[in-house]
């Protein structure tokens, strides 16, 4: 049973929203075309990363929390990864786009987004030379900034992530080694700030934003394609 338990994370993960696609007011499975055609060029991008990092060992694998079946040296269960959180975070952003008319982050976004894009660039420029650090800031700051010249309202995309965060810190929390005798993904930590959010380098919680963002965009890039 402990090499199912980085597949039984994803599937507590999806489990809900998967469920709550077929709500019969607004089902989100009408929408899982779009979500799908964004989500496969997303996890790829994040998947040739998750390759790079995990080659030269940023960060790696427990194989005893795992089936056993790789890609290359990547486990099944992290391309699921890809796939089963952002389900989950784009069926919220579905879910309160029907649900709250009126967003109350609506008049922040545009001071959360300057506050990230600042405070993400000072800290990649300073840290430049911690691989996850630098590449995780950078990455989502020019995002922003990309998405700032599109003026794209993100009042829902962080309303999204607020709402996902506490289970984001369970799923991931377990990941890191909560409630287990060793992490299921361990880290490098001269890679990184070395700052832990419980368990969690506090690089994990930009890499999240920077992954919904993108499917986000994504989904509703192919949306109104549809």
């Known amino acids: 049973m402990k090499s199912f338990t980085y597949l039984l994370v994803n599937l507590a993960c999806i489990s809900i929203p998967l469920?709550?696609?077929?709500?019969?007011?607004k089902p989100f499975y009408r929408e899982?075309?779009?979500?799908?055609?964004?989500?496969?060029?997303?996890?790829?991008i994040f998947l040739i990363w998750?390759?790079?990092f995990t080659e030269i060992g940023v960060w790696g694998f427990n194989n005893d929390y795992v089936t056993g079946i790789y890609l290359g040296v990547i486990p099944l269960e992290e391309i699921l990864f890809f796939i089963c959180i952002p389900f989950c975070c784009v069926f919220?952003?579905?879910a309160f786009k029907f649900l709250?008319?009126?967003n109350p982050i609506e008049k922040l976004q545009h001071i959360i987004s300057y506050a990230l894009i600042g405070i993400l660039l000072i800290t990649a420029i300073i840290y430049?030379?911690?691989?996850?650090?630098s590449i995780t800031f950078f990455s989502a700051s020019f995002y922003l900034i990309y998405l700032i010249i599109k003026k794209k309202d993100l009042s829902y995309h962080y309303l999204?992530?607020?709402?996902?965060f506490p289970f984001f810190i369970l799923s991931n929390g377990v990941l890191t080694g909560s409630f287990?005798?060793?992490?299921?993904?361990?880290?490098?930590?001269?890679?990184n700030l070395g700052i832990r959010l419980f368990n969690i380098p506090i690089e994990d919680t930009i890499y999240g934003l920077l992954l919904i963002l993108m499917n986000i965009e994504g989904y509703e890039y192919f949306k109104s394609k549809a």
């Open 92 to 94: 919220s952003y579905f």
């Open 19 to 25: 469920f709550a696609s077929f709500y019969p007011k």
């Open 32 to 44: 899982w075309k779009s979500f799908f055609k964004a989500n496969i060029l997303v996890a790829i």
């Open 128 to 133: 430049y030379n911690r691989l996850y650090t």
């Open 160 to 164: 999204s992530y607020l709402f996902i």
């Open 100 to 102: 709250i008319k009126k």
């Open 180 to 191: 287990l005798v060793e992490p299921i993904v361990w880290y490098n930590d001269l890679e």
């Open 50 to 52: 998750d390759y790079w």
